[in-house]
């Protein structure tokens, strides 16, 4: 019997990085033709991790040569007045993507706040509008999360035709749209949940697997069949021989006994949620300069073989 191959560890900071360079290389192509993409972020509040969420979008931003824009409003700012604030960015030339950094305060309507944001600036990917094309297998603005953890399985796989694909878990923000990815990237998906049966029976047919529930080291070896390509989105802070650490929703040392290859926590998925936010608001300035072409070609990246 031969021995399995070692595990690959993707290594998500890397393909950011890449995703990055790419992006830096088409702003400056818009530019040159007289397009300067630029981001406009919304902060309510003064939550903490909201605030570092920003600073670090900010600062990607800036490295890749788009244009930020700040706005940050006191935790009783009105809906109308947030509202109007969208409005006026959506009527904007010079703005290319809205982001609302969430959550809000409780007494606005976040469904209301995400569809007020024009569908062509919408770089959240969470405009009805975008939700219902991404389900058609349109080229919309998609969700950050899910795409990003594509291009790390496209690039460590290659062609993801014919795969069995589950994804584990169904929320609107990376469940139900990885699942519309890996469909339109011709697998065969199952999304399986807290109400599935044969959960993790299920999960043992797959040749990939995405973990998106929110449970620390929910998954382990027991659930994948040899040679899966797993892909870790949980950030789960646990308190572990009295410190605080950041796991995943798969047991990553039991995993990588079984696993071709794995996202670390973290290090894997999470990079690339802001490298795609700048992909968007660059797809977002194309969306309405159309007369732009994409300039630059993604290289070929090496691939893993999955059975």
């Given at each position: 019997?031969?021995?399995?191959?070692?595990?690959?560890?993707?290594?998500?900071?890397?393909?950011?990085?890449?995703?990055?360079?790419?992006?830096?290389?088409?702003?400056?192509?818009?530019?040159?033709?007289?397009?300067?993409?630029?981001?406009?972020?919304?902060?309510?509040?003064?939550?903490?991790?909201?605030?570092?969420?920003?600073?670090?979008?900010?600062?990607?931003?800036?490295?890749?040569?788009?244009?930020?824009?700040?706005?940050?409003?006191?935790?009783?700012t009105d809906e109308a007045e947030l509202l109007d604030?969208?409005?006026?960015?959506?009527?904007?030339?010079?703005?290319?993507?809205?982001?609302?950094?969430?959550?809000?305060?409780?007494?606005?309507?976040?469904?209301?706040?995400?569809?007020?944001?024009?569908?062509?600036?919408?770089?959240?990917?969470?405009?009805?509008?975008?939700?219902?094309?991404?389900?058609?297998?349109?080229?919309?603005?998609?969700?950050?999360?899910?795409?990003?953890?594509?291009?790390?399985?496209?690039?460590?796989?290659?062609?993801?035709?014919?795969?069995?694909?589950?994804?584990?878990?169904?929320?609107?923000?990376?469940?139900?749209?990885?699942?519309?990815?890996?469909?339109?990237?011709?697998?065969?998906?199952?999304?399986?949940?807290?109400?599935?049966?044969?959960?993790?029976?299920?999960?043992?047919?797959?040749?990939?697997v995405v973990a998106a529930v929110g449970r620390p080291?929910?998954?382990?070896?027991?659930?994948?069949?040899?040679?899966?390509?797993?892909?870790?989105?949980?950030?789960?802070?646990?308190?572990?021989?009295?410190?605080?650490?950041?796991?995943?929703?798969?047991?990553?040392?039991?995993?990588?006994?079984?696993?071709?290859?794995?996202?670390?926590?973290?290090?894997?998925?999470?990079?690339?949620?802001?490298?795609?936010?700048?992909?968007?608001?660059?797809?977002?300035?194309?969306?309405?300069?159309?007369?732009?072409?994409?300039?630059?070609?993604?290289?070929?990246?090496?691939?893993?073989?999955?059975?």
């Amino acid at each position: 019997m031969n021995a399995q191959a070692p595990v690959q560890i993707i290594d998500g900071k890397a393909a950011a990085a890449r995703v990055l360079a790419e992006v830096s290389a088409e702003v400056q192509a818009m530019k040159a033709r007289g397009v300067a993409p630029a981001l406009a972020v919304i902060l309510v509040g003064q939550d903490p991790a909201s605030q570092v969420y920003v600073r670090n979008k900010v600062l990607r931003a800036e490295e890749c040569g788009i244009r930020s824009l700040e706005f940050r409003r006191p935790a009783e700012t009105d809906e109308a007045e947030l509202l109007d604030l969208i409005h006026n960015l959506n009527a904007d030339p010079d703005v290319h993507g809205i982001l609302v950094q969430l959550p809000l305060p409780d007494h606005i309507d976040e469904a209301r706040v995400l569809q007020a944001v024009s569908p062509l600036k919408d770089v959240d990917g969470f405009h009805a509008e975008n939700v219902g094309g991404l389900s058609q297998g349109r080229e919309v603005l998609t969700p950050c999360t899910p795409a990003g953890c594509l291009r790390l399985l496209q690039d460590s796989c290659g062609d993801l035709a014919g795969k069995h694909a589950v994804v584990i878990g169904r929320s609107n923000i990376v469940g139900k749209p990885m699942a519309a990815l890996l469909l339109k990237a011709h697998c065969s998906v199952t999304v399986v949940h807290s109400r599935s049966a044969n959960l993790k029976d299920l999960c043992r047919q797959a040749d990939i697997v995405v973990a998106a529930v929110g449970r620390p080291r929910l998954v382990d070896a027991d659930w994948l069949k040899p040679g899966a390509v797993v892909i870790d989105v949980g950030i789960n802070r646990i308190d572990e021989g009295g410190r605080s650490r950041l796991v995943g929703d798969v047991d990553f040392d039991s995993a990588i006994a079984r696993a071709a290859a794995i996202t670390p926590v973290p290090g894997g998925v999470g990079p690339m949620t802001i490298a795609f936010l700048m992909k968007n608001t660059l797809a977002a300035a194309r969306l309405q300069h159309s007369d732009l072409p994409a300039t630059v070609q993604h290289p070929e990246a090496p691939c893993l073989s999955i059975s």
